[in-house]
T-cell receptor, first 112, second 112 residues
Framework: GQQLNQSPQSMFIQEGEDVSMNCTSS?????WLWYKQDPGEGPVLLIA?????ELTSNGRLTAQFGITRKDSFLNISASIPSDVGIYFC????????????FGKGTRLSVIA | DGGITQSPKYLFRKEGQNVTLSCEQN?????MYWYRQDPGQGLRLIYY???????QKGDIAEGYSVSREKKESFPLTVTSAQKNPTAFYLC???????????FGQGTRLTVV
C-alpha cells in the first residue's frame, strides 16, 4: 500500500529545546494527522490538518499541511520530559475509500 | 465515558492456540480498524470495517479473522496460522467513512 516517509526515526534532545519532524509522501493527501503514543498506550490524536498550507497549533505543538499536499511538519517548542514518546503522522487520500496511511514514527527522548 | 475499550491489556497464549482480542466502542462510530505494532515499526493495518456485517482485509490480514455483527464491536481472532503473533494490537474507530481515527489502549499479546 501507500507509504509515508517520516523523519527522523529518533531524536534525543535537551529539555527546553525545540523539535521538528516531518512526513513526506509520493501521493497527494487531503488530510494530515499527527498522533502521539506514550509507552504501552494507544496513539492519541494531537492535530488534524485539512487544507493545503494550513498551519494549526495545539499548545506548544504546531503542524503544517504542505502546499504540495505531499508533506506535513510538526514542531514542538520548549520541550518538556512528558513530550517523550513516539509521534506518528498519518494521511488520508483523495478517494476517501482507503484507510489512513501511517508513517513509521519518530521516537522522541528528552534529557532533563 | 465515551471511548474505545480493548481487553485484556495483556494476553498470554500457547503456540498453536487461537485467541480473540476484544474491541468495543460507544462513540457510535461507523468504521473500525485493527492495527498491529511491532517494536520500531509503524502501524500496520490488519482488517477494517466500515459497516456492520462487512469488512475488508488490510495489508497484513493473513492469519487473522474478524467479525462485525454489531456496530460497537469488532473482535479480532489471531489464529494458529499467524506465524509470528506476538505483538501490540491496536483497535481504532472513526466517525464516518475514513476520517480521523481514535485508538483504544491496546492489547499486548505474547505467544509462548
Amino acid at each position: 500500500g501507500q507509504q509515508l516517509n517520516q523523519s527522523p526515526q529518533s531524536m534525543f534532545i535537551q529539555e527546553g529545546e525545540d523539535v521538528s519532524m516531518n512526513c513526506t509522501s509520493s501521493s497527494i493527501f487531503n488530510t494530515w494527522l499527527w498522533y502521539k503514543q506514550d509507552p504501552g498506550e494507544g496513539p492519541v490524536l494531537l492535530i488534524a490538518l485539512y487544507k493545503a498550507g494550513e498551519l494549526t497549533s495545539n499548545g506548544r505543538l504546531t503542524a503544517q499541511f504542505g502546499i504540495t499536499r505531499k508533506d506535513s511538519f510538526l514542531n514542538i517548542s520548549a520541550s518538556i520530559p512528558s513530550d517523550v514518546g513516539i509521534y506518528f503522522c498519518a494521511g488520508l487520500g483523495n478517494s476517501g475509500n482507503t484507510p489512513l496511511v501511517f508513517g513509521k514514527g519518530t521516537r522522541l527522548s528528552v534529557i532533563a | 465515558d465515551g471511548g474505545i475499550t480493548q481487553s485484556p491489556k495483556y494476553l498470554f497464549r500457547k503456540e498453536g492456540q487461537n485467541v480473540t482480542l476484544s474491541c468495543e466502542q460507544n462513540l457510535n462510530h461507523d468504521a473500525m480498524y485493527w492495527y498491529r505494532q511491532d517494536p520500531g515499526q509503524g502501524l500496520r493495518l490488519i482488517y477494517y470495517s466500515q459497516i456492520v456485517n462487512d469488512f475488508q482485509k488490510g495489508d497484513i490480514a493473513e492469519g487473522y479473522s474478524v467479525s462485525r455483527e454489531k456496530k460497537e464491536s469488532f473482535p479480532l481472532t489471531v489464529t494458529s496460522a499467524q506465524k509470528n503473533p506476538t505483538a501490540f494490537y491496536l483497535c481504532a474507530s472513526s466517525p464516518g467513512g475514513h476520517t480521523e481515527a481514535f485508538f483504544g489502549q491496546g492489547t499486548r499479546l505474547t505467544v509462548v
